[in-house]
T-cell receptor, first 115, second 114 residues
Framework: DQQVKQNSPSLSVQEGRISILNCDYT??????FLWYKKYPAEGPTFLIS?????DKNEDGRFTVFLNKSAKHLSLHIVPSQPGDSAVYFC??????????????FGKGTKLSVIP | DAGVIQSPRHEVTEMGQEVTLRCKPI?????LFWYRQTMMRGLELLIY????????DSGMPEDRFSAKMPNASFSTLKIQPSEPRDSAVYFC????????????FGDGTRLSIL
């Protein structure tokens, strides 16, 4: 049972346009959400995050939106650049005891930005 | 700053052999996580440590898998005996303890069991 779902395995966007990556979750105990970016043969790299008490967080070209009632978050990249081509993972965090927080990942969306 | 360092980057071995994957977390980080990535299941948490103590190993698939963290700067994930279905990319990640601390990943070990 997938608690974090990224329903689009892939997305193609023209350079300069907006990329919108979506993520849905089912567990209401998740209280912190992150996006990671992964290039081939490398580990995931932290990109941006949002706390459940907020509905938007912006960092340069990247903005994450959270809709708690719909259990949905999205990552907007604008303008998209060819270097943004990568796999993007959505992750959700919940307290797991002993002062630790555990991440649950979606399966990723492969973004291709076409020059 | 040095990131999370994993070794080896690639491992090819025959079924039945023992495999040991190594991880050096970022200095000062006190949480360490082992993940496995496959096409079918994506990124799965296998086990994690807090201050060198295993907290949750419910993701470890079988008794063939074991993990240790003898000190704050080193962890191993061992598979004995290995099987072809263990073929995957294994990632180690570390973070500061506490909420809202992002995990930092190594570049992974690509394991192939023949």
């Amino acid at each position: 049972d997938q608690q974090v779902k990224q329903n689009s395995p892939s997305l193609s966007v023209q350079e300069g346009r907006i990329s919108i990556l979506n993520c849905d979750y089912t567990n209401s105990m998740f209280d912190y959400f992150l996006w990671y970016k992964k290039y081939p043969a490398e580990g995931p790299t932290f990109l941006i995050s949002i706390s459940s008490i907020k509905d938007k967080n912006e960092d340069g070209r990247f903005t994450v939106f959270l809709n708690k009632s719909a259990k949905h978050l999205s990552l907007h990249i604008v303008p998209s650049q060819p270097g943004d081509s990568a796999v993007y993972f959505c992750a959700a965090s919940a307290y797991s005891g002993a002062g630790s927080y555990q991440l649950t990942f979606g399966k990723g969306t492969k973004l291709s930005v076409i020059p | 700053d040095a990131g999370v360092i994993q070794s080896p980057r690639h491992e090819v071995t025959e079924m039945g052999q023992e495999v040991t994957l190594r991880c050096k977390p970022i200095s000062g980080h006190n949480s360490l996580f082992w993940y496995r990535q496959t096409m079918m299941r994506g990124l799965e948490l296998l086990i994690y440590f807090n201050n060198n103590v295993p907290i949750d190993d419910s993701g470890m698939p079988e008794d063939r898998f074991s993990a240790k963290m003898p000190n704050a700067s080193f962890s191993t994930l061992k598979i004995q005996p290995s099987e072809p279905r263990d073929s995957a990319v294994y990632f180690c990640a570390s973070s500061l303890a506490g909420q809202n601390q992002p995990q930092h990943f190594g570049d992974g070990t690509r394991l192939s069991i023949l």
